[in-house]
């Protein structure tokens, strides 16, 4: 199994920024082999995709909400995985959770346990 721990959720003001981190650990965890993704759940709406990265950093995928403000990267050497958020807005107020996901395979199996990202306008 792979275990991922969630960090650097915070208070911040609207047009601020914020950078979530997310380590991943395990025996079967193969940096190459597994696809990383965000995802977020603000208070009353069903769970929503962020983002997602592949193990080379290319062409990482982005929700139409968030495209221009927050970057997707990962350091393999570290097996951690990054969310930058810049200009935040109120509405980006949520639970952010990173997932992963085996390249072959379509669903995410794996989950954090997530961190509050609140945004005050």
């Known amino acids: 199994q792979v275990q991922l721990v969630e960090s650097g959720g915070g208070l911040v003001q609207a047009g601020g920024s914020l950078r979530l981190s997310c380590a991943a650990s395990?025996?079967?965890?193969?940096?190459?082999?597994?696809?990383m993704g965000w995802f977020r759940q603000a208070p009353g709406k069903e769970r929503e995709f962020v983002g997602s990265?592949?193990?080379?950093?290319?062409?990482?995928n982005y929700a139409d909400s968030v495209k221009g403000r927050f970057t997707i990267s990962r350091d393999n050497a570290k097996s951690t995985v990054y969310l930058q958020m810049n200009s935040l807005k109120p509405e980006d107020t949520a639970v952010y959770y990173c997932?992963?996901?085996?390249?072959?395979?379509?669903?995410?199996?794996?989950w954090g346990q997530g961190t509050q990202v609140s945004v005050s306008s």
């Open positions: 990265i592949n193990w080379s950093g290319d062409t990482p």
């Open positions: 997932a992963t996901r085996k390249r072959w395979t379509a669903q995410y199996d794996y």
């Open positions: 395990g025996r079967t965890f193969v940096n190459y082999a597994y696809v």
